[in-house]
């Protein structure tokens, strides 16, 4: 983003008939999908540049949503070229390190895997270069009445728009039009890890992985961990904990912080401790915030919320990206099929948009008390055996 100075009040602001808050999944496949249909959308995100932050994780893509998306965006078959071989695996293990259920993945899963920057570099390859504004860091917008608001920049500059959308996840700045709803805690903290060319440097950790998600969980805690495309193990420590247990951990000395986390996994096995013990590079902290199970707002003229922003929940049902990609897409679907009747079209799609959230919401809410129930992990094996 230019550093140039705040336009003179006389001078009119620029104007964008779309503009989207938030280069998210969400963000990208909603101007990606009204491109494909000739409706220009410009795009503004805080971070400096497309590779400003290493996005790491991986998503599974399920073909009901996400999957659903990226067929509305025409990117479907390059999607499925960018999928990671082997990443529908799943194993479930106790804290005594006994596996409970190792499944490999037979290709039918119907939820393949793919790495998140390369799915975020596909959305993004798919604009044209310039539908981003990078550095575009919003600060807040205000109606401007007829639908029209007038959104502000962090650096002094301002636009306006007659259609806003906000895909800014968690801490939406748009959100506050429509909404005062905020994420709450939800009683799980997570630290993050990374192990480096596993199966080199980590063979142990890379076995008890395996080649797709491994769940290890007993009561409160847990190690969700998954193999990413580039061979490296990438781990996500689950402790329910009050909000400020992670203030306690000095994460700017990386042994310091891993001894204070390995603490609560005490009678662990060794073999599941080493993903943590074994890291490398710096732990990183995460809480899980949520927003409340079924959050909605009344119509609104101009301005709607999409992906996270909409329906921040907790990631245990795997949902938050999928529905951020099914909600970008049919944003834009419904826009243009009702061309001249903005209104009609967020009607339509906060309708489908809140009912869907709602279950996923809910799903995501159980999701994590099923995990770390105190017989976990069987509410885990409960609900594969279900589904199967
Ligand atoms: C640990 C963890 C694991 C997860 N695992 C999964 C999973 O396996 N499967 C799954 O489906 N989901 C998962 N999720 C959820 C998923 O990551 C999110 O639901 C998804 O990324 C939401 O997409 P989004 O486009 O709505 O928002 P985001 O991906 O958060 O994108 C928002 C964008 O807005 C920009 N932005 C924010 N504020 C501003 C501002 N003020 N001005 C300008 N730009 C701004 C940000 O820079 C960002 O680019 C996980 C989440 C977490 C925390």
């Not at 082997?86 to 290709?107: I, M, P």
């Not at 992985?209 to 580039?230: I, K």
């Not at 193990?233 to 689950?238: E, K, M, R």
């Not at 247990?245 to 603490?263: Q, R, S, T, Y």
Request: proline share 6%; aromatic share 6%; net charge negative.
């Amino acid at each position: 983003m230019t550093s140039s100075p705040s336009l003179p009040s006389s001078a009119p602001l620029p104007h964008h008939p779309v503009a989207v808050v938030g280069a998210g999944l969400g963000g990208l496949v909603l101007a990606r999908v009204l491109r494909v249909h000739g409706v220009e959308a410009a795009l503004f995100d805080l971070e400096a540049s497309a590779g400003a932050r290493t996005q790491g994780g991986m998503l599974d893509i399920h073909d009901d949503s996400g999957q659903e998306a990226l067929r509305a965006a025409g990117l479907h078959e390059e999607f499925l070229r960018r999928v990671h071989p082997g990443g529908q695996a799943v194993r479930v293990l106790d804290r005594y390190g006994t596996v409970h259920l190792a499944e490999s993945d037979d290709g039918t899963g119907g939820r393949p895997e793919i790495d998140r920057g390369e799915l975020r570099a596909l959305l993004l390859g798919s604009l044209p270069e310039g539908t981003v504004r990078w550095g575009a860091k919003v600060t807040g917008a205000r109606p401007l009445g007829g639908g029209r608001h007038e959104v502000t920049l962090a650096d002094g500059t301002a636009f306006t728009t007659d259609l806003l959308i906000g895909a800014d996840g968690a801490w939406s700045r748009i959100r506050p039009l429509l909404s005062p709803a905020r994420p709450a805690y939800t009683g799980v903290s997570f630290v993050e890890a990374d192990l480096r060319e596993a199966d080199l440097r980590h063979p142990a950790s890379a076995a008890v992985v395996g080649g797709g998600m491994l769940f290890a969980l007993g009561a409160g805690r847990g190690f969700l961990a998954h193999r990413e495309s580039d061979g490296s193990l990438h781990v996500y420590t689950a402790v329910e904990a009050p909000e400020d247990w992670l203030d306690g951990i000095d994460f700017g000395d990386p042994e310091a912080a891993k001894a204070a986390v390995l603490k609560e996994f005490d009678d662990w096995d060794e073999r599941l401790r080493a993903l943590v013990a074994d890291a490398d590079g710096p732990l990183v902290p995460r809480r899980i915030h949520a927003l409340p199970v079924g959050h909605r707002w009344e119509r609104t003229p101009g301005v709607t919320l999409l992906g996270d922003a909409a329906h921040l929940m907790s990631p245990f049902a795997g949902e938050g990206a999928n529905l951020a990609l099914i909600d970008g897409a049919e944003l834009g679907l419904s826009l243009v099929a009702h061309p001249g009747d903005r209104e009609a079209a967020l009607a339509r799609y906060e309708d489908r948009m809140f009912r869907r959230a709602e279950v996923s919401a809910r799903e995501s809410a159980q999701g994590g008390d099923r995990l770390f129930r105190a017989d976990a992990p069987q509410g885990l094996l409960d609900l594969f055996a279900r589904h199967s």
